[in-house]
């Protein structure tokens, strides 16, 4: 027997978004007495609510403020609003693995960005 699997759809959320749907699955799970929380799920719920940091409109707002710089994609965004960097070297990691990398000046105009928000 074979399964596939196929994407139908993807979406980047931070961290604060995902808090937010995942509580309105715990929610809507919890009114069914005989639904019990499957262990993914509840690592998932706990997860999110250790590291959300901001609300759910903040994060969105700090990813489009990233957005904004120049050599900031997308999916770049969205890693530097989970992460909320707070210094060069942190900033730095979310770069690691790309092909160009920030002058100082660039990454101490993200991370200004950044703690407007932090």
Do not use: W
């Not at 901001?54 to 992460?83: G, Q």
């Not at 690691?96 to 200004?112: T, W």
């Amino acid at each position: 027997m074979t399964i596939f699997k196929e994407i139908v759809d993807e979406e980047y959320l931070t961290v604060s978004e995902t808090k937010e749907l995942l509580a309105d699955i715990e929610a809507e799970r919890a009114l069914d007495e005989d639904r019990e929380l499957r262990y993914e799920l509840a690592r998932a719920i706990e997860h999110a609510n250790r590291f959300a940091v901001l609300d759910p409109d903040e994060s969105r707002e700090l990813v489009a403020d990233l957005e904004a710089h120049e050599k900031i994609d997308e999916a770049t965004a969205y890693k530097i609003a989970n992460l909320l960097p707070r210094d060069r070297d942190e900033l730095r990691a979310v770069f690691a693995q790309e092909r160009y990398s920030l002058s100082g000046d660039e990454l101490d105009d993200v991370l200004d960005t950044v703690a407007k928000y932090a």
